[in-house]
T-cell receptor
């Protein structure tokens, strides 16, 4: 089955700096890659996603890149703010949808003042 | 519009008992997925229901089961509870099985003692 590895497990950056979280997946048939943000005690929320026919997608300060050949995708957050502090999960699905997502183990991002 | 509602929020059960968790999806949503979240394993897919039928199943033992009712509400049941079943159980709903965004509930925190 699909396996998704996520690095780093913890990341501390200063406010205004950029943060990068990387994930690799094992199933070459995976074609949908969402990123979820989970604040302490709250539910995971979708922040951005990308399909396998796209190499990069950007939404304001957040961007995701996908390298199908290397089977890895990354989340980039620019101009980080304290409210970006949370646990971020990458995920992969071969269904092209949010069906049967395989998640990475999460990255705890801490943005310090 | 009400979000995904999971009940109860917290549960404490004894080893060997069984438990039933409930999930009410967003009004109009017909697809419901269940995930187990633990510190060590992260988010793991349990099963997905659409139109009262199980469409996908994760790699969990048969002690974990679920069902979906005609109003799209879903329940999951865990029989013969083990200490390792202690986790946050999250439910996510989508309008239909082919959607790319899954909306998560707050989860049910199950503790097995």
């Amino acid at each position: 089955g699909e396996n998704v590895e996520q690095h780093p497990s913890t990341l501390s950056v200063q406010e205004g700096d950029s943060a990068v979280i990387k994930c690799t997946y094992s199933d070459s048939a995976s074609n949908y890659f969402p990123w979820y943000k989970q604040e302490l005690g709250k539910r995971p929320q979708l922040i951005i996603d990308i399909r396998s026919n796209v190499g990069e997608k950007k939404d304001q300060r957040i961007a995701v890149t996908l390298n199908k050949t290397a089977k890895h995708f990354s989340l980039h957050i620019t101009e980080t703010q304290p409210e970006d502090s949370a646990v971020y999960f990458c995920a992969a699905s071969r269904a092209g949808t949010a069906s049967k997502l395989t998640f990475g183990t999460g990255t705890r991002l801490q943005v310090t003042l | 519009k009400a979000g995904v509602t999971q009940t109860p929020r917290y549960l404490i059960k004894t080893r060997g008992q069984q438990v039933t968790l409930s999930c009410s999806p967003i009004s109009g949503h017909r697809s419901v997925s269940w995930y187990q979240q633990t510190p060590g394993q992260g988010l793991q897919f349990l099963f997905e229901y659409f139109s009262e039928t199980q469409r996908n199943k994760g790699n969990f033992p048969g002690r974990f089961s679920g069902r979906q009712f005609s109003n799209s509400r879903s329940e999951m049941n865990v029989s013969t509870l083990e200490l390792g079943d202690s986790a946050l159980y999250l439910c996510a709903s989508s309008f239909r099985q082919g959607d790319t965004e899954a909306f998560f509930g707050q989860g049910t925190r199950l503790t097995v003692v």
